[in-house]
């Protein structure tokens, strides 16, 4: 039953997204801004665009 309603939040989380078309990727990756590093397990991108977020950013945060 968790799985069907984290599945269904997560569906909804992007229908209500403005981006255009949406994607939805899985698994640890990281984007770096000015000295911020952001991390996160689950990221919703607009296709066209790309997601900016890679997992190999992440070596600079397990450096801190």
């Given at each position: ?16 997204s ?47």
């Open positions: 039953m968790k799985t069907l309603l984290s599945l269904a939040a997560l569906l909804l989380t992007v229908g209500c403005n981006i255009s078309s949406p994607r939805v990727e899985f698994g640890m990756k990281c984007v770096v801004t000015g000295d911020k590093i952001a991390y996160s397990y689950v990221w919703v991108y607009d296709k066209d665009i790309g997601l900016p977020a890679t997992a190999e950013t992440c070596s600079a945060l397990k450096k801190n």
